[in-house]
């Protein structure tokens, strides 16, 4: 009788397993079934939305930075004003929960302590798991409110972003850092460039370990010739950073999202 039972129990896991590998969630209607097809890989992309939230300590610096950040990102970003008791090195699976329920495959999350004052982490993700992070050290900050341009970019162009500095090719984690922003802010390279489309451009100059950061309204000025002369108007934000540490994708996980 024991045996027989045995050889039960085992006939019955077995079926529960085949069942539970067989099984796929089916939409039950043509809104889910919209839904999901938008979630399935695809070849191109397209625009891809931002998650940025501050900790539960941030100096008003670094709070205003986030919101420019933001503002930079939008229409597709999304900004938590209320605190989160979040720390993405120590519980990858908080900031993970967030990013799946309001799509977002970026986060920024800013915090300020004495050990590690005006801090800044930016991740992307991949499958819904965090795929790499970059925390940043900023200092000389200046929000986009302390400038007074004299027109605002409009957030329906994305903006030109300019590297300067052979630390991008050089340095491992500079240029990680670079592919991050440029997938942040690009996410792809454009065939053709309508100049009379360029409003502004974000800059960013390696210096040693720094990097600085200053976005810029573009004029086009006539010149006489055929192509105009371009003029640069800081609006903000400006911060210089530094890396204090980086996660980065593993090679499995790296050749899976490269993959066609």
Do not use: W
Request: net charge positive; aromatic share 8%; hydrophobic share 40%.
């Amino acid at each position: 009788m024991v045996k027989a039972s045995k050889a039960k129990a085992a006939t019955a896991g077995t079926k529960s397993t085949a069942l539970a590998g067989s099984f796929q969630r089916k939409p039950k209607n043509a809104r889910a079934k919209r839904a999901l097809k938008e979630r399935e890989s695809k070849v191109i992309e397209g625009d891809r939305a931002a998650l940025f939230m501050r900790g539960t300590h941030t100096s008003e610096a670094i709070t205003e930075l986030l919101k420019d950040l933001h503002d930079l990102k939008k229409p597709n970003s999304t900004y938590f004003a209320r605190r989160n008791d979040k720390r993405p090195f120590e519980d990858e699976t908080s900031v993970e929960f967030l990013c799946q329920k309001n799509e977002a495959s970026f986060f920024g999350f800013a915090s300020h302590s004495k050990k590690r004052p005006n801090n800044l982490v930016l991740g992307r993700i991949f499958n819904y798991k965090i795929f790499d992070m970059h925390e940043v050290a900023l200092t000389n900050i200046r929000p986009s409110a302390s400038f007074k341009p004299s027109k605002a970019a409009s957030n329906q162009n994305r903006p030109v972003m300019i590297f300067q500095g052979d630390a991008f090719e050089s340095d491992a984690k500079l240029s990680e850092l670079k592919s991050l922003f440029l997938d942040m802010f690009q996410h792809a390279s454009p065939g053709k460039v309508n100049l009379a489309g360029v409003e502004h451009a974000v800059v960013l100059t390696a210096k040693g370990d720094k990097v600085s950061f200053r976005h810029y309204i573009v004029h086009l000025k006539k010149s006489g010739e055929r192509v105009p002369k371009v003029q640069l108007e800081e609006t903000g934000p400006s911060f210089d950073m530094e890396v204090r540490r980086q996660q980065a994708a593993s090679a499995e996980v790296a050749r899976e999202a490269m993959k066609v």
